[in-house]
């Protein structure tokens, strides 16, 4: 077993803004870079097939980073004693994509992103689901755990690259891997130098006095408002930086900085310049490391050239979860105590023991439920549930997990109570097919309930049972027998709380932390 200590590594920082020839590094990443990730992925795949038509390059593979290894499609079986294998979509490819800080940064290895993205091919979708760095799980070799993130690195140093890491994030999302990409995320900024520069409108003034730089403090990164052309380091900063500005406005510059590559990429100066094709696919290759081959490049780039940026589903395994009125969507992980980890800031999964960090039911069925209705929590859903004082509490947890899943709903009118005897649970569906008024029982969003329980009877009807002033609605309504369904709506079980950090560094668990 190498030798690492689990602790909790420092976030990496940019350097600054007046020195431009040393590689950036990336801090967290946010759902709006990962979404430039992708759509870089198709702006090569136009890129490739210039050359791909004129060279036999169909094979070549696309990274020259890394270990040169052949990497074995990871296929997921939800039985690991009768080797059960879960069926796949045709059409659906997932890609695992880590983003790591590169050669001559602190812990250059260690995986500082890790996604797991989903290839629609048939419906034009993309949902990509982003795992913790710091998810504590067993290494499953002798016992030892720790961070997920370091079993890149590990992967590395046993002469299995890829592997250790594709195993065991198969594992914690139950889905199968059919290929990897590992990006050094200055490929981004290469490819915007190898472009000759992006040009940008910039709409209004920003200043960031807290840029992070490579010294582990903070430098001034400000853009005035006017048309004028970036380089990669430039747009980089100028797609992530985060103080003195909104969400929503960093988002704006983020689909900016996409569009003009993808104008740039495929404008009659690039896409005729034989050298400046082989320069973006140098650049490129320099710093990714992956299976697929150029061939598989061009497929996805003509696959998805034309995919809106509506289709493509960004979600994170996080531990933002409040009340059941207020989890956010794949709220699935909790921060348990340090002293359970030798003092190290980890996250896990709910319902997972001392001795089984490896719970992962509830993620396998948060994971499936995106990938078959990825955007459904785009649009908010006409949903009550109709409840007794009885089943008030059971109420509650099954709109925390509806909300974890992903089913958007309006909290102010979610639930109603009943006065009288509901002896059957079932769901009503206001709809009307002669004049096409209500919800439609062939939606996703019933199609989504149903496969929560496939065993609560539904009822197509043209009137609300129970709501009868505000609208077409869907009724869930909960009876006497309510316990019968929705079986995990219920409570999630947290390790007890331990306040003090153990003093021999090793975690309480069984399964022991690596050192």
């Given at each position: ?47 490739f ?32 004693e ?18 790591i ?15 797991l ?6 419906n ?66 290469y490819?915007v ?10 709409i ?26 970036f ?37 009659a ?42 289709n ?58 995106v ?35 992903g ?19 079932h769901?009503n ?84 932390r690596?050192?």
């Open positions: 077993m190498p030798n690492f200590t689990v602790k909790k590594i420092p976030q990496k920082h940019i350097h600054k803004k007046d020195v431009t020839k040393d590689v950036p590094n990336i801090e967290k990443t946010k759902k709006s870079v990962r979404k430039i990730i992708f759509v870089s992925l198709v702006i090569l795949g136009c890129i097939w210039i050359n791909y038509i004129v060279q036999d390059i169909g094979n070549m593979k696309v990274g020259t980073a890394g270990d040169n290894s052949t990497f074995t499609p990871i296929v997921f079986t939800n039985n690991s009768t080797g059960t294998v879960v069926p796949e979509k045709k059409w659906v490819t997932n890609i695992l994509i880590v983003g800080g590169g050669a001559g940064h602190q812990a250059g290895e260690l995986a500082d992103s890790i996604m993205a989903s290839l629609d091919e048939e034009k979708n993309v949902t990509m689901i982003s795992v913790p760095r710091d998810l504590y799980v067993n290494y499953g070799t002798g016992e030892w755990a720790g961070k997920i993130n370091a079993l890149y690195p590990i992967g590395l140093g046993k002469k299995v690259w890829i592997s250790l890491l594709a195993s065991k994030v198969s594992e914690v999302t139950g889905q199968s891997i059919h290929h990897y990409m590992v990006i050094d995320f200055t490929a981004f900024r490819i130098d190898a472009l000759g520069g992006i040009e940008i409108d910039v209004k003034d920003l200043y960031d006095r807290e840029y992070p730089d490579y010294n582990y403090g903070y430098t001034v990164f400000s853009v005035k408002k006017w048309l004028q052309v380089d990669g380091e430039t747009a980089l900063r100028y797609a992530r930086s985060r103080h003195s500005t909104s969400d929503m406005d960093r988002s704006r510059r983020q689909q900016q900085i996409i569009n003009a590559i993808k104008t740039k990429s495929l404008s100066g690039i896409i005729t310049s034989p050298t400046k094709i082989s320069e973006i696919i140098d650049a490129t290759r320099k710093n990714i490391n992956t299976d697929l081959t150029v061939s598989d490049i061009v497929s996805i780039g003509s696959s998805f050239a034309s995919i809106e940026k509506s493509i589903h960004v979600y994170n395994l996080g531990s933002d979860c409040v009340a059941y009125n207020n989890c956010s969507i794949g709220a699935y992980l909790y921060n348990p105590s340090m002293a359970y980890f030798g003092g190290a800031w980890t996250v896990i999964p709910e319902w997972a023991r001392i001795n089984r960090l490896s719970y992962y039911d509830r993620i396998h069925r948060f994971v499936n439920f990938f078959e209705f990825p955007g459904i929590n785009t649009v908010e859903q006409p949903i009550v549930i109709i409840h007794n004082n009885a089943s008030l509490a059971f109420a509650k947890n099954l709109l925390m997990e509806m909300r974890k899943i089913i958007n709903f309006n909290n102010n009118h979610i639930l109603y109570s009943s006065t009288g005897t509901i002896e059957q649970s769901i569906i206001y709809w009307n097919e002669e004049y096409g008024i209500g919800i439609n029982p062939e939606s996703d969003i019933i199609k989504a309930l149903k496969s929560l329980d496939m065993r609560i009877p539904v009822n197509i009807v043209t009137g609300n049972e129970y709501i009868k002033t505000s609208g077409p609605k869907i009724e869930i309504v909960l009876g006497n027998d309510y316990k019968n369904y929705f079986s995990f709506a219920k409570p999630a079980e947290y390790l007890p709380k331990i306040e003090t950090p153990s003093n021999s560094g090793q975690v309480v668990s069984g399964e022991k690596a050192t």
